[in-house]
Structures are given as C-alpha cells and as structure tokens.
C-alpha cells in the first residue's frame, strides 16, 4: 500500500494521513509513503514502520518519473494520493503503471471553489480534472456536495465517487486537551481560530468583524492558530483595524487542543471547506461553534446534529453577530451546568479507517 501527498504540512489533509499512517491494520498493510519532498510539521508523526520515499519535486509534473519508477518497483497492490497536484500526477500516470494496480484519490476541499478561490490557471486545472480524475478507480470526498460538485462540473462517474468522512481520534484529542493548562490569560470572552493563513480561511473577515465584537465585550481576545502567505497581510490589518491588542497570531501548535477546550468560542470564517478536522474537533471538546455556511461539509455536519451557529459567508457583521450570541449563550451554559454535546459517532475513528481499509482491499 503506497500513500502519496506533496509534503506534510500543517494542513487537515496531512493530518489525516497521519492518522491512516497510524492506525491501517499491518496485518492487512504494508504501509509506504511518499512525499515530493520530505518536510512538514508533521512529519515527525508518521510511525516508525512505514517507509518514507522522497520523490525530491519541486512541482507534482517534476515527480512523475521518480513517481512512476516507485510504483513499478513496489508494485503496492493500491496507491491513494490526496490534495491536487498529487492527485493529478497519480492519474496522469495510469498508462504507465502497472495494469492490476488501483488508484484512488481523496479531495480536500469542494473543487469548484478551490477552482475559483485558491488555484492559478483554474481553466487549465478544470481540464486536468476532467481529463485524468476518470482514470481513478475511486475518488474519495469528504461531503455529498463535493461528490455533487465533482459530478456536475468535472466529469467524474458518480460510479467512481464515494463519501467518507474525515474522522476524529476522540479520545487523543480530549486527552491531548487536558495535558495543558488554560493557555488563556485575563477576563475574555476568548476567541479562537485555527487553519493555514490562506484567503480560503477568511481570518481577514474574522478581523473585520472583531470592531463590532468588541463593542460588546470590551475585552474579547483572538487566537489564531497556523502559519501561511498571507500572515504580514493579516498582521498588517490587525493593526489597521487597531486590533494589536486584541488579535493574537500565535503560528502553528503541535497541540493546539488546549486552546480549543478552553476557548470560549472556536470561529470557522472561511469562504469554502471539505470537512474541517478543527471544526469536528472543537465539537468533540464541547466548545461552542461559530461557521460561515459556506461550501462544502458545513450544512450536512450541521444537519448531523451539532451544536453550532451557522452565519452566511463573507458578512463581518453576521459573522460578529454570531460570535456575540454564541458568547452570550456560553456563558448562559456554564451557569447552568454545561451546554449539548455533539455525538461525533459518524466520524469515529476505527470506523472511518475500517471504510479505508475495505476500500482500499476491495
């Protein structure tokens, strides 16, 4: 079984995949890795036992004779490749790959918006997907939108779409949460983000609204945790918006648990999403929720029962008028003994990887 992601940065797809490192059955597996290069901070989580190749490419085209060469000497009896330029190498490649082999390929975000929001040359990437995702045996998404999407806009065979969610280690991440002390100082309410520092994220429309928070709570605080491009612009506003004092950008947390327990109030701002590992999360750490209703996984996580409040994309002042309300309501909860819990049993662990597994030997 060979996995294969451009690098292992601090992003949800990474993460999973450390997760799929860790926990595939090596009764069933035997696990390789690769990269197009060899980094990412969490690289230091995958399992001794799997062994790591390093393609040594720049960019996903560059990767694809190391690429080819890696499979045919492995011969792996399936290859599961995540995130774009990953994705695309790994179906362009099928002619040259041994026949009995399968391929599949997990999105992390819903395509369309990606398209228009996050990837240059988007008409030559619409046409990289319609032409090489067929080639896949399967392609995974995260959410029913995203099969929709990937069906009506890219013509991929709603035979060859599947959904399967991201899942939560609950237990590691509730234990994880306790091992540290409240990373909070001073009265609140505190607020926390966390995701790359990308436009994708909304952290610019978060800091937009904070004016208006404040007005409510003189003393409301941010975190936000990541690191991406856009952090000397987003610094930069922060301080425009007079928000130095209010807005904390804090970089990446190998555990950033803890600041999600005891925030007050997790924000997800963003303009489009797959499935956000930090969202479910915060839902499996009790911590009131405030999402943008944008594309992708929001509505059907919604649907499924969480408690959260849903406010329409790319508005500060919806968005600040969530933030305030869930505020208001968490405090209510506290006096009372503690808000609804969410029942994260569609996101469990062992069951998403047991759906990994029975699709990767099929």
Same mark, same amino acid.
């Given at each position: 079984?060979?996995?294969?992601?451009?690098?292992?940065?601090g992003?949800?797809?990474e993460?999973?995949?450390?997760?799929?490192?860790?926990?595939?059955?090596?009764?069933?597996?035997?696990?390789?890795?690769?990269?197009?290069?060899?980094?990412?901070?969490y !690289?230091?989580?995958? #399992?001794?036992? =799997?062994? /790591?190749?390093? %393609?040594?490419?720049?960019?996903?085209?560059?990767s *694809?004779?190391?690429l080819?060469?890696?499979?045919?000497?492995l011969?792996?009896?399936?290859?599961?490749?995540?995130?774009?330029?990953?994705?695309?190498?790994?179906?362009?490649s099928?002619?040259?790959?041994?026949?009995?082999?399968?391929?599949?390929?997990?999105e992390?975000?819903?395509t369309?918006?990606?398209?228009?929001?996050?990837?240059?040359?988007?008409?030559?990437?619409t046409?990289?997907?319609?032409?090489?995702?067929?080639?896949?045996?399967?392609?995974?998404?995260?959410?029913?939108?995203?099969?929709?999407?990937?069906?009506?806009?890219?013509?991929?065979?709603?035979?060859?779409?599947?959904?399967?969610?991201?899942?939560?280690?609950?237990n590691h991440?509730?234990?994880?949460?306790?091992?540290?002390?409240?990373?909070? !100082?001073?009265p609140? #309410?505190?607020? =926390?983000? /966390?995701?790359? %520092?990308?436009?994708?994220?909304?952290?610019?429309? *978060?800091?937009?609204?904070?004016?208006?928070?404040?007005?409510?709570?003189?003393?409301?605080?941010?975190?936000?945790l990541?690191?991406g491009?856009?952090?000397?612009?987003?610094?930069?506003?922060?301080?425009?918006?007079?928000?130095?004092?209010?807005a904390q950008?804090?970089?990446?947390r190998?555990?950033?648990?803890?600041h999600?327990?005891?925030?007050?109030?997790?924000?997800?701002?963003?303009?489009?999403?797959g499935?956000?590992n930090?969202l479910?999360?915060?839902?499996?750490?009790?911590?009131?929720?405030?999402?943008?209703?944008?594309p992708?996984?929001?509505?059907?996580?919604?649907?499924?029962?969480?408690?959260?409040?849903?406010?329409?994309?790319?508005?500060?002042?919806?968005?600040?008028?969530?933030?305030?309300?869930?505020?208001?309501?968490?405090?209510?909860?506290?006096?009372?003994?503690?808000?609804?819990?969410?029942?994260?049993?569609r996101?469990?662990?062992?069951?998403?990887?047991?759906e990994?597994?029975?699709?990767?030997?099929s």
């Amino acid at each position: 079984m060979l996995l294969l992601i451009p690098t292992l940065g601090g992003g949800g797809a990474e993460r999973f995949f450390t997760l799929l490192l860790r926990y595939l059955d090596r009764n069933l597996f035997e696990i390789h890795l690769a990269l197009l290069q060899v980094h990412g901070e969490y !690289l230091q989580d995958v #399992p001794a036992d =799997v062994v /790591v190749h390093d %393609l040594n490419a720049s960019r996903a085209r560059y990767s *694809l004779p190391g690429l080819v060469r890696l499979i045919w000497k492995l011969r792996p009896r399936a290859v599961l490749s995540t995130l774009p330029q990953a994705n695309v190498a790994l179906t362009f490649s099928r002619p040259f790959l041994p026949r009995d082999i399968k391929l599949f390929i997990a999105e992390a975000a819903l395509t369309s918006a990606e398209m228009k929001e996050d990837l240059p040359h988007p008409r030559l990437w619409t046409w990289l997907y319609r032409s090489f995702y067929k080639r896949a045996d399967k392609v995974l998404c995260l959410c029913d939108s995203m099969v929709d999407d990937l069906a009506a806009n890219y013509d991929v065979p709603r035979e060859k779409l599947t959904r399967i969610y991201y899942p939560v280690d609950v237990n590691h991440v509730r234990r994880m949460a306790a091992a540290e002390e409240n990373p909070y !100082l001073g009265p609140g #309410p505190h607020l =926390v983000a /966390v995701g790359r %520092l990308c436009r994708q994220k909304g952290f610019d429309i *978060l800091l937009n609204a904070m004016a208006a928070v404040r007005d409510h709570f003189p003393t409301v605080h941010l975190t936000i945790l990541g690191q991406g491009p856009l952090l000397c612009e987003l610094t930069e506003q922060a301080r425009r918006l007079d928000l130095a004092e209010t807005a904390q950008f804090i970089g990446f947390r190998e555990n950033p648990w803890p600041h999600l327990r005891n925030a007050d109030v997790f924000v997800l701002p963003s303009r489009f999403e797959g499935l956000p590992n930090v969202l479910l999360e915060a839902l499996a750490l009790g911590t009131p929720v405030v999402a943008t209703d944008c594309p992708g996984a929001i509505r059907e996580v919604q649907a499924g029962g969480a408690q959260m409040t849903v406010v329409p994309p790319e508005d500060p002042a919806a968005l600040a008028a969530g933030i305030v309300a869930a505020c208001n309501l968490y405090s209510l909860h506290r006096q009372n003994g503690g808000g609804p819990k969410t029942d994260m049993g569609r996101f469990d662990l062992q069951r998403v990887v047991e759906e990994y597994s029975g699709l990767l030997l099929s």
